[in-house]
């Protein structure tokens, strides 16, 4: 059976490229970038050359990237090496609908005795500026606010709150996990402190991300213990990840916009299909802000978790916006911060493509999805007979 692959913003593909171009680094060219010698020197030119091709897609200098292993190493690095950096300063704020590797670690903060303020969002998923101003004040050490979300691909107005934000002595992170390589970034021209990204979702391998860090930007280091990344994260490099991730931007970089082009036309066709071919099913998020590969569709009065299993007799990959939380099935909290109903809420599937997919593919899935979705609504005991 065929793997139909949308499930891009859970994991993507490692470009053929890219495992070409990491393959020597596990068996012959193994040294650590550290060493004096020549066989370890050659990987410390290999890092650096991953290093400004990863610069080159943000727009920013090389040696503002600090390799991490994840995205989710890059978001606590931003958040706790921030506070650490202002001891003075005990006000975080940040959105309700963060990815839970920015919201976890605000929820720890404020159980240590930090202020934490999560801003709401509206239907469309859309943030309020001016709650956000208001809530600017001396105390107020790190803003941090997504580039784009992961379930519904929304994208925030994130030039906008910088201008709010800068000129204030705080800092103001972004997890752009989502946005890196999708949209194009010019970090040079952004008041943009912090930026985190992750190479699994750009079609690097897992296991490897990075943390843009504005020069001058006031940062105390997460992981102590060695030298590396300048002093700035100690542990022994991922090269295999680094340089993958270094080939991913370059790949990335390489006509993003026609790329994008390309996967919005798929994403659209997809959706239009579905939301006229289904009855009573509707799109979450803003239609007009968002991410080109992003659709999250409600299913009302059926089970997310129900239409994944049925897709997956197909080969389609998709994901539900509910997770599996000690055995009660609680809907997505950005779904919810957004006030979606609790029936639409429950069926919800995100489709995410990639530049892999293609229009077979899409016409694959509109001939499959319809079908899957009458028969559930037939076994709904929430459906009127
Ligand atoms: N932030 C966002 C918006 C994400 O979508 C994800 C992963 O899904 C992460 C952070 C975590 O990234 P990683 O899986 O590299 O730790």
């Known amino acids: 059976m065929k ?38 020197g050659q990987i410390s030119r290999k890092i650096t050359h991953a290093r400004s091709q990863v610069a080159a897609l943000l727009g920013c200098e090389p040696d503002e990237i600090i390799f991490t292993s994840c995205g989710t190493e890059s978001n606590n690095t931003a958040i706790k090496g921030t506070l650490a950096a202002a001891p003075d300063k005990r006000k975080i704020i940040t959105s309700r609908v963060e990815h839970p590797a920015v919201l976890a670690v605000c929820r720890q903060l404020e159980n240590q005795g930090y202020t934490v303020i999560e801003l709401p969002v509206d239907k469309k998923g859309r943030l309020d500026l001016n709650l956000l101003e208001k809530e600017l004040d001396d ?18 107005p994130i030039e906008k709150i910088t201008e709010i934000v800068t000129g204030r002595g705080i800092t103001f992170h972004t997890d752009a996990v989502q946005v890196a390589g999708k949209i194009p970034l010019n970090l040079a021209k952004s008041n943009i402190d912090l930026l985190s990204l992750s190479g699994h979702k750009l079609h690097a391998p897992k296991g490897v ?5 504005r020069k001058g930007t006031r940062l105390s280091p997460f992981m102590l213990g060695g030298h590396q990344e300048a002093g700035r994260r100690a542990g022994t490099e991922n090269v295999p990840g680094i340089i993958g991730l270094g080939k991913a931007c370059e790949l990335a970089a390489k006509n993003i916009e026609q790329q994008n082009a390309r ?5 659209d066709k997809l959706e239009n299909a579905i939301l006229k071919k289904c009855p009573d099913s509707r799109l979450n998020g803003d239609k007009e802000n968002r991410l080109p590969n992003t659709t999250n569709i409600s299913f009302e009065y059926i089970e997310g978790e129900a239409i994944l299993l049925m897709l997956d007799k197909f080969g389609i990959c998709a994901s539900s916006g509910s997770a599996c939380t000690s055995g009660s099935l609680e809907p997505s909290h950005v779904l919810r911060a957004m006030g979606v109903p609790f029936t639409a809420a429950h069926g919800s599937i995100r489709f995410s493509l990639s530049r892999y997919n293609t229009e077979e593919e899409i016409d694959y899935a509109i001939e499959k999805i319809p079908p899957v979705i009458e028969k559930l609504r037939k076994l709904s005991p929430f459906v009127a007979k």
């Open 3 to 40: 793997t139909v692959y949308f499930d891009n913003n859970a994991t993507t593909k490692v470009a053929e490229e890219v495992a070409e171009e990491i393959q020597p680094y596990f068996c012959r060219l193994y040294g650590n970038p550290s060493s004096m010698h020549t066989f370890g």
């Open 263 to 267: 996967v919005k036309h798929l994403r």
């Open 139 to 156: 105390q107020t050490a790190l803003v941090t606010i997504m580039y784009a979300n992961n379930e519904t691909g929304t994208i925030f």
């Open 209 to 213: 991300g990075a943390l843009y860090a």
